[in-house]
């Protein structure tokens, strides 16, 4: 079948929205025909990457109807509603291997295991969960990701329980989710850290306590000094060197003994290549610091996000702040860039099922 897609044709060119063709499903995989896809920064690491191979395919979050599926597949049938994630709706260990998925630009193999930048998409099973009928065909799509690992890493990763001190370093769309789910869980107080004011507003009316703007102060001692001391847990949802090596001496600090420990980091934004980190936050503060790489377990923890949406306690309509369509995607790509999305931005399709 022939279908529209997002296509990185070439580094540092403007994305081609073309037409791909894809062929019948492998025993393991399936097609799902998508509504509405989120914009993540991801993607904008994905373009900016010398060392990834091209075409490639771009999105890793989205919803849709399952239009075929491979003669292994049973988790899923013609018509279901699903959500296309990047992670497994099941745990496995390790990184996905890549895979050529069939797909082929201008008679070209694509490269990319997941997209969602495009009306069609042909992927592993793994990476579509079925979600229920009722599920809204929009903002949804950005539980496939700014949901998932913004609060996963809340709720599993960290398991923040309430009256937890918990700071976030950067509150886009993870930053947000993160936020939120802080919220949820009841921690106090949740400081939000960002360098726009205009995002930490808006993080307040999503859950969060307390604002730093650390372009005017030090957010290492604001943090310290809002929290009495350092928080229980902070996160950084951006992955910069300077954020990533911030987020630790914000935490509490331990001490000598047996379970005297000091405060959790836990990193979900994408990293760079190195960080320094002054080893005595380890040692003489007995400090964790951890990875957190999409904390949910998809098929399980799905239907509690969209449960939560549909009792007003996951502001999924809120988080959704701009809309384009499919061939916009170098004008959202560019907002997001220069920063001016606040919040998440989904890309909308014509599909109306």
Same mark, same amino acid.
Request: with cysteine; proline share 6%.
């Given at each position: 079948m022939?279908?529209?897609a997002?296509?990185?044709? &070439?580094? =540092?060119?403007?994305?081609t929205?073309g ?23 991801s ?15 771009l ?8 239009t ?22 099941q745990?496995? #260990? ?33 990476l ?19 949901v ?10 960290? %398991?923040? %329980?309430?009256?937890?001190k ?11 989710? !993160?936020?939120?789910?802080a919220?949820?869980?009841? !921690? ?12 930490? &507003?808006y993080?307040?009316?999503?859950g969060?306590t307390?604002?730093?703007?650390? #372009?005017k ?10 929290s009495?001391?350092?928080v ?21 600090? =331990?001490?000598?003994? !047996? ?20 080893p ?28 939560w949406?549909?009792?007003? #306690?996951?502001?999924l309509? &809120? ?16 907002d ?6 606040? =919040? ?9 099922a």
């Amino acid at each position: 079948m022939k279908s529209i897609a997002v296509i990185d044709t &070439e580094l =540092g060119k403007p994305l081609t929205v073309g037409e791909i063709v894809i062929p019948d499903p492998q025993p393991d995989q399936v097609i799902v025909k998508l509504f509405s896809s989120g914009v993540c920064h991801s993607q904008l690491h994905q373009m900016h990457n010398p060392e990834l191979h091209r075409p490639m395919v771009l999105g890793h979050e989205g919803i849709g109807i399952v239009t075929h599926t491979g003669k292994g597949v049973t988790h899923v049938k013609e018509g279901d509603k699903a959500i296309v994630t990047w992670v497994p709706r099941q745990p496995v #260990k390790g990184r996905l291997a890549p895979r050529l998925s069939g797909v082929t630009f201008r008679e070209a193999p694509v490269h990319g295991l997941v997209y969602t930048w495009g009306n069609d998409v042909l992927t592993w099973e793994q990476l579509v969960v079925k979600v229920p009928d009722n599920a809204a065909t929009d903002v949804t799509s950005i539980v496939g990701c700014a949901v998932l690992t913004g609060a996963g890493a809340v709720l599993h990763t960290a %398991r923040v %329980r309430p009256e937890d001190k918990v700071a976030i370093v950067g509150v886009g769309g993870v930053g947000i989710c !993160a936020v939120q789910m802080a919220s949820l869980l009841q !921690a106090y107080p949740i400081i939000a850290v960002d360098v726009d004011d205009q995002k930490l &507003e808006y993080a307040r009316r999503m859950g969060a306590t307390h604002t730093v703007n650390s #372009k005017k102060v030090d957010p290492i001692q604001a943090v310290i000094d809002i929290s009495g001391g350092g928080v229980d847990y902070a996160f950084d949802a951006i992955g910069l060197k300077v954020t990533s090596e911030q987020i630790l001496p914000m935490t509490r600090g =331990g001490g000598p003994g !047996a379970d005297n420990h000091g405060g959790m980091a836990v990193l979900i934004g994408m990293p760079g290549k190195e960080m320094t980190i002054n080893p005595g936050n380890f040692m003489f503060h007995q400090r964790q610091y951890r990875g957190s790489l999409g904390a949910t377990i998809p098929e399980k923890d799905f239907p509690m996000y969209l449960r939560w949406y549909e009792q007003g #306690k996951l502001k999924l309509d &809120e988080m959704v702040t701009k809309r384009y369509k499919l061939q916009d995607v170098n004008q959202a790509c560019d907002d997001l860039q220069k920063g001016k999305i606040t =919040g998440r931005a989904i890309m909308e399709y014509d599909f109306k099922a």
